[in-house]
């Protein structure tokens, strides 16, 4: 897989101008990306933007990777507020056939 080389070059642009790290990547707005004279790289800053607030890897936004996305499972929990001495009641949502 070979690196993105728009991507590096919209990297190299962004640290040229100070946006070196994702803190200050982050919070970049369309006005600040029009004054620095980065209107070109705009579709890039906003994946990379997308991938930093995603908890998504830079390195896989950088070869257009992706990471699987985890399952979500749903757990049982015990809703047990103790006044069912220890008996335990479990929030689970089953449907019957008579209502």
Same mark, same amino acid.
């Given at each position: 897989? &070979?690196?993105?080389?728009?991507?590096?070059?919209?990297?190299?642009?962004?640290?040229?101008? !100070?946006?070196?790290?994702?803190?200050?990547?982050?919070?970049?707005?369309?006005?600040?990306?029009?004054? /620095?004279? $980065?209107? /070109?790289?705009?579709? /890039?800053?906003?994946? $990379?933007?997308?991938?930093?607030?995603?908890?998504?890897?830079?390195? &896989?936004? $950088? $070869?257009?990777?992706?990471?699987?996305?985890?399952?979500?499972?749903?757990?049982?929990?015990? &809703?047990?507020? !103790?006044?069912?001495?220890?008996? !335990?009641?479990?929030?689970?949502?089953?449907?019957?056939?008579?209502?």
């Amino acid at each position: 897989m &070979a690196i993105n080389k728009s991507k590096i070059k919209t990297l190299e642009k962004l640290k040229e101008k !100070g946006f070196d790290t994702a803190n200050k990547i982050r919070p970049l707005e369309m006005e600040t990306v029009f004054e /620095n004279g $980065l209107e /070109n790289e705009l579709r /890039n800053i906003i994946g $990379l933007k997308k991938a930093i607030k995603a908890n998504h890897s830079e390195l &896989a936004w $950088l $070869l257009d990777g992706s990471d699987p996305k985890p399952e979500k499972k749903e757990e049982q929990t015990n &809703a047990d507020d !103790g006044r069912t001495a220890g008996r !335990g009641i479990y929030s689970e949502a089953f449907e019957t056939e008579r209502y």
